[in-house]
């Protein structure tokens, strides 16, 4: 149990152009979901905390406009890198917040390879 | 906001040997703690976990961590490492009053056949 699934598992996309990475809870449901962001041989650095039915909350220095968080079900969040550049080259992963007995466990998905050409 | 700091960047050993990887952090409230691993290609999945009790948690694999508060710290062991023990382990932090985990900068085990 507890499997979160990202799709696309890595995608290239042109400099300009916007990127949907979809991140799903396949046998429970998640009201939060979190969006991590991992550079080669680096730490995951959380980019927004995606909560089911209103805002996300981003952290400090990522920018809203940018990276688009939806969180329309109990089940999927979306990720949408709009106008991509290079520098937005990563790996996106993404955990689902869920019961693990008496306590709540985040949950993280394969990740996204993207690459902006 | 809390921070996490992994000592060792990248072990290499043999197997058989004795493997500990330290963990601190700097938040001074109540926290849980974590213990994820990283195979090479695939996801992140957790070893262990500490959110009260008997500070010494034991986990899967044959990994276990102490974890010691007046240390603010949360060290990862196992007696005898395996070949496929090869992988990038993190500590991560969360406060009890809050969802986020905050990652240390991870260290990548290697282990020699």
């Known amino acids: 149990g507890a499997v979160v699934s990202q799709h696309p598992s890595w995608v290239i996309c042109k400099s300009g152009t916007s990127v949907k990475i979809e991140c799903r809870s396949l046998?429970?449901?998640?009201?939060?979901m979190f969006w991590y962001r991992q550079f080669p041989k680096q730490s995951l650095m959380l980019m927004a905390t995606?909560?089911?039915?209103?805002?996300?909350?981003?952290e400090q220095g990522v920018e809203k406009d940018k990276f688009l968080i939806n969180h329309a079900s109990l089940t999927l969040s979306t990720l949408t890198v709009t106008s991509a550049h290079p520098e937005d080259s990563s790996f996106y992963i993404c955990?689902?917040?869920?019961?693990?007995?008496?306590?709540?466990?985040?949950?993280f998905g394969p990740g996204t390879r993207l690459t902006v050409t | 906001a809390q921070s996490v700091s992994q000592h060792n960047h990248h072990v290499i050993l043999s197997e058989a040997a004795s493997l500990e990887l330290g963990c601190n952090y700097s938040?001074?409230?109540?926290?849980?703690l974590f213990w994820y691993v990283q195979y090479p290609g695939q996801h992140l999945q957790l070893l262990l976990k500490?959110?009260?009790?008997?500070?010494l948690v034991k986990g899967i694999k044959g990994f276990e961590a102490e974890f010691i508060k007046s240390k603010f710290s949360f060290n990862l062991r196992k007696p005898s490492v395996q070949w496929s023990d090869t992988a990038e382990y993190f500590c991560?932090?969360?406060?009890?009053?809050?969802?986020?985990?905050?990652f240390g900068a991870g260290t990548t085990v290697t282990v020699r056949a």
């Open positions: 955990s689902a917040r869920g019961l693990a007995g008496a306590t709540y466990e985040q949950y």
């Open positions: 046998d429970f449901q998640a009201t939060t």
């Open positions: 995606s909560n089911e039915g209103s805002k996300a909350t981003y």
């Open positions: 938040y001074g409230g109540t926290v849980n």
């Open positions: 500490y959110f009260s009790g008997d500070p």
């Open positions: 991560a932090v969360k406060r009890t009053d809050d969802y986020k985990l905050s």
